[in-house]
Structure formats: structure tokens, C-alpha cells
């Protein structure tokens, strides 16, 4: 399982610094233009993209990439995903005339491709070019990208890609505009599989072993016009591109430039002043601590700030190996203070207070709190349990790392108001992470987050909570156990029609939380920053990220 594992630290290099601030100047889930009904902005001009890194690696195959984000707008795949201003994301035909087929209890699924969908050198796209995208992903050379389909494809396991002439029979393409998959068994979230960076297409003999990342075929709005490392990607339009077949991607911008390399606090001043190109940019990234503090004390910046709803889940994992007395456990749920885990994160900005494991804005999640308490908790209640369980001292180690000094520090005190002693262990973030994912899992308690791949309730659940995701790199940090959820998560993940998984999933979602491994604290919120003639700045309730493939310029001057 590859889904990105969000502790606050490692979400992005000026993350926990941004957070640390408190106050609110930008209003939850608007931007400009986006507020009060979404403006479609001009077509024409340069939009620019800040970014801190220092390249730009286009090739799919190696991408873990949000479909929304850095290369949505230059690669279609099958699905993609339909984003609206605070609502639920959707999952929507792209390339294909339909989200799916399913057939053979959804082992099986059918696609056919749209009439009109072309490559950036005019050549149509068949359903020969997406399995070869598909195919170059299973490479030995091309490491990185998610791989999902990488476990539910037939024979996928022995595969290793196009390179040496063999193919992966369990994609089939009878005709050029059909593909079918055949999966090891059912699995009711392939639609979302199906619009991740693996499913682009690759034309034949176009997509080399190596290299291909710098100037990739386009099948988006935009092609690639050069990519130079530490300097500039420049993406131009695709005059093969026809808006008529592609539902997601607005393409207001004659050219999209993605400047590398940027200062990031140097970048989101040149937005706020709007100087040079800054009215016309936005920073990928969140805004650093010294300008957010600015753009929240000045009314004419708070308008170019963008804040999302509820986001990627933070909570405090029990390893239930090592305290296994369910009464100890939910001792801690009740006793944390979850309202000074939200002020060491930065106060309301952060997030705000967390009881599920599903996190808002993904069909199938049923809001309950099943310790209720109030947000600084309840300590008595913790102390009568810890009394039960005849440990009214335990004492317990959280592992954590030195940028989750403050947080680690309020989980600490706040157990020990109901006699819980915590020795806070300090890693370098290496160790940290071999500690949390390896085998032995040394520790009680530890931070955690979770930015799932997809907004489904399989992508919050299965990896966090399946005991085959205990040790070996994987992220159950609780390393949890139950077989009868493990049972559950299963039937949920087969189960075809939605709606009735999304049933299955809340019913998971509470039977987890009653053996209490984890302790939810907050969904977390991401603020962002953009120039004052940038709109459609489109942030859903997942992933709370701005949607790229909308973003445009209210003027092309």
C-alpha cells in the first residue's frame, strides 16, 4: 500500500511552521473569485506556479502525483475527478464514455474511449496507448508511482513491464477503443484507481525506459513546451486538445509556467505585493509562518488567502501489541486534550477536532463520537477506566520527531492529568520513520496522519486498520488486529454498488473505534496564497488542495 503518510512535519518543509500560528484571516473553503460562485476568469495570459522544488519529473509511471495538481492538465487517464468549492469530490469519465463497467461479481471492468481525444502531436488515442502507459508502470526502472493496480491486476505480481516485448494479459484491448481489466478479485473502487497517473496513455516507442519525464506526450489541454531543472517547466496549449470531451479541465491560461526552485517566503511576498508576476502566481506549497502572520493582519492580503475544509485525518496511534488492556486504551481516548493538541498545532487554523476515522468530504462517512467528551476532554472519566483496568499509573513512550515537539508535549501533559506518564522519545526523521513502520514497532503511543490517494473510505481505512498492513514499511501504526474488521473491510472492498459499501464502511469505522487504537484529533486544513488577478481557485473537501486544472486569471493582462 502506498498512500502518502501525512505526519503534520512531513506534509511540506514549512508545514508545522505555518500551523504554529493562530488567528484566522482566511475563511474556510474561499478564494478569490470562488466565494460567492465560482468566476470562470478570462482565457489568455501566463499563470505562474511557485514551487520550492528544484525539478520537475513528468513521466507517470513514476508519479504520485494528485490527478488535480502538477500534471492534470497535461495527462488524461480513463476517470478523473470532478472537484467543486467545498463539495464532494466525484469521480467522472475522462478519456472513457463511462466511470466503468463492471461484469463477474467486479472482477471485471469494461471501458470504452470517447470519439475525438487526441495526443498533442494529433494522433488519436486508443486503448493500445493506455495499456502501454499501464504496462511501462510494472518497469523495475520506474520506481516511485502508486500501485494499486500493481496488487488487484491478474498476473500483475510476475510482471515487469513492456521493455523486453512481453505484455500483461489481463489487460485486454479487443478493439482501439476498448480496454478491459481483469482483476485477482472484486473491487468497487476501481473507478478512482482508473484516474491515477499510471493510467495515461503512452504512444508505443514513445515512452522510453528513461528520460521520458522531461518532455512526456500530452493528452491534456497543455503540452510540455520545455522543462529545464531548477529553473522553469513551461506548459503551452494543445491545439489537438477538445474541450468538448473533457469534463474536468477549464484551460483558461494560454501558458502555464511552473517556477522551480523559489524561496518560498520571498515567493508568497511577491504574491501579496502583487509585484512583477506575482498577481498573476500562487505557491504550491502553504504559505510560511512570517506571511501568513502578514496576510492575516492586512484586510487587502486576507482576500488572497484560501484555507481548506477539513482534510487529511491526525491522531494518536495505541500500539495495541503493547497496551492491551481495552480499558488503558480508552482511558487515553478520554483523557487526551484534543483542544490543546489543536493550539500546539496552530490553533483553528489547524483543523478542527476529530472523532471518525472517515474523514469529511468522502462518500460512505457517518459523523458519531463515540467518547464523547468535551474538546479538553474528560479526565475523571480516564481515571475511573485506568481504575478498572488496575493501572491508575501506566506509564508509556511516544516516539515522535523534533518538529513534533509542541504536540508530542501536549499529548504528555495531557494524559498526565489522569496519572498517565509519557516519556516523549525524540528521533531524527529516518529513524522515526523505520520505527513507526518496521517490524517491532518499540513504542506505545505515536503521532500519526493520513492523506489518502483517493477520497474513498477504503483508501482511509484498509491501510491505517488491515492487519496485513502491520510492519514491512506499511502504516498501521496501532498495529491493530480484529479479524472480524479485517472480514468487514473486505466485504466492503468487494462490494460493488456504493452506496451500500458506504454502509459497510461507517459500520467498520465504528467497530474500529470501539477497540480504541487510535485516537482521532483533528482533520487538518491547508492554507494556501494567490495573486489578486488569479481566480476559480477551486479548494473541494478532498484533497484540500487547490484544483489545478480550474485555476485561471481574472484579466490576461
Not at 175 to 197: C, E, M, Q, R, Y
Not at 469 to 497: C, H
Request: aromatic share 8%; hydrophobic share 35%; proline share 5%.
Amino acid at each position: 500500500m502506498t498512500n502518502k503518510h501525512v505526519v503534520r512535519a512531513a506534509i511540506a518543509g514549512v508545514c508545522a511552521a505555518v500551523l504554529a500560528l493562530s488567528g484566522c484571516g482566511a475563511s474556510n473553503n474561499t478564494a478569490n473569485g470562488t466565494a460567492n460562485g465560482q468566476s470562470t476568469g478570462t482565457t489568455g495570459g501566463t499563470l505562474n506556479i511557485l514551487l520550492s522544488s528544484t525539478e520537475m519529473d513528468l513521466d507517470p509511471a513514476k508519479s504520485q502525483g494528485l490527478p488535480i495538481t502538477t500534471n492534470g492538465n497535461i495527462f488524461r487517464r480513463l476517470t478523473a475527478w470532478k472537484i467543486t468549492q467545498g463539495g464532494e469530490t466525484k469521480v467522472v469519465p475522462d478519456l472513457a464514455t463511462t466511470t466503468g463497467e463492471p461484469s463477474d461479481d467486479g472482477k471485471t471492468w469494461t471501458y470504452t474511449l470517447k470519439d475525438g481525444i487526441k495526443f498533442d502531436d494529433g494522433t488519436t488515442i486508443t486503448s493500445k496507448d493506455i495499456k502501454y502507459g499501464l504496462e511501462r508502470s510494472f518497469a523495475d526502472s520506474l520506481t516511485g508511482g502508486l500501485s494499486y493496480h500493481k496488487t488487484l491486476l491478474v498476473g500483475a505480481q510476475d510482471y515487469h513491464g513492456p521493455f523486453d516485448g512481453k505484455h500483461l494479459d489481463s489487460i485486454e484491448t479487443p478493439d482501439d477503443k476498448t480496454i478491459v481489466f481483469h482483476l485477482n478479485a472484486p473491487f468497487g473502487d476501481w473507478p478512482w484507481v482508473a484516474s491515477l497517473a499510471a493510467f495515461t496513455p503512452v504512444p508505443e516507442g514513445k515512452g522510453p525506459a528513461s528520460g521520458y519525464g522531461k518532455t512526456p506526450v500530452a493528452s491534456g489541454p497543455y503540452k510540455v513546451e520545455s522543462n529545464e531543472a531548477g529553473k522553469q517547466a513551461v506548459y503551452v496549449r494543445n491545439k489537438y486538445w477538445d474541450k468538448k470531451t473533457d469534463p474536468v479541465r477549464t484551460a483558461g491560461p494560454d501558458k502555464i509556467v511552473f517556477k522551480m526552485s523559489q524561496d518560498t517566503s520571498v515567493a508568497a511576498q511577491s504574491i501579496m505585493q502583487g509585484t512583477g508576476e506575482g498577481k498573476n502566481s500562487f505557491l504550491s506549497g502553504f504559505v510560511p509562518p512570517a506571511q501568513l502572520a502578514q496576510a492575516q493582519a492586512n484586510p487587502a492580503y486576507q482576500k488572497l488567502l484560501a484555507t481548506s475544509g477539513d482534510g487529511a485525518l491526525e491522531y494518536l496511534a495505541i500500539n495495541t501489541k503493547r497496551v492491551t488492556d481495552l480499558k488503558v486504551r480508552q482511558a487515553i481516548e478520554y483523557a487526551v486534550d484534543k483542544k490543546a493538541y489543536q493550539t500546539a498545532s496552530g490553533g483553528e487554523i489547524a483543523g478542527n477536532f476529530a472523532t471518525t476515522l472517515i474523514t469529511p468530504g468522502i462518500a460512505g462517512r457517518e459523523k458519531y463520537d463515540l467518547y464523547k467528551a468535551d474538546s479538553t476532554g474528560d479526565v475523571d472519566k480516564a481515571k475511573q477506566l485506568l481504575k478498572e483496568a488496575g493501572q491508575t499509573s501506566p506509564k508509556l513512550k511516544l516516539i515522535a520527531t523534533s518538529d513534533q515537539a509542541e504536540t508530542a508535549s501536549s499529548i504528555q501533559t495531557s494524559l498526565k492529568r489522569a496519572g498517565i506518564t509519557v516519556d516523549i522519545q525524540t528521533l531524527n526523521d529516518d529513524v522515526f520513520s523505520d520505527a513507526e513502520t518496521n517490524n517491532e514497532g518499540d513504542y506505545d503511543l505515536v503521532i500519526g496522519g493520513w492523506q489518502p490517494d483517493f477520497p474513498s473510505p477504503y483508501a482511509n481505512i484498509s491501510p491505517l486498520f488491515d492487519s496485513s498492513q502491520i510492519g514491512n514499511g506499511n502504516y498501521n501504526l496501532a498495529r491493530y488486529s480484529n479479524p472480524e474488521v479485517d472480514a468487514l473491510i473486505k466485504k466492503a472492498t468487494e462490494t460493488i454498488d456504493q452506496s451500500e459499501a458506504g454502509k459497510i464502511w461507517a459500520e467498520t469505522d465504528k467497530k474500529i473505534m470501539a477497540d480504541a487504537p487510535v485516537v482521532p484529533l483533528i482533520y487538518s486544513k491547508n492554507t494556501f496564497i494567490h495573486g489578486s488577478n488569479v481566480t476559480n481557485f477551486v479548494i473541494g473537501n478532498f484533497p484540500a488542495y487547490p484544483d489545478y486544472n480550474q485555476v485561471t486569471l481574472a484579466s490576461a493582462n
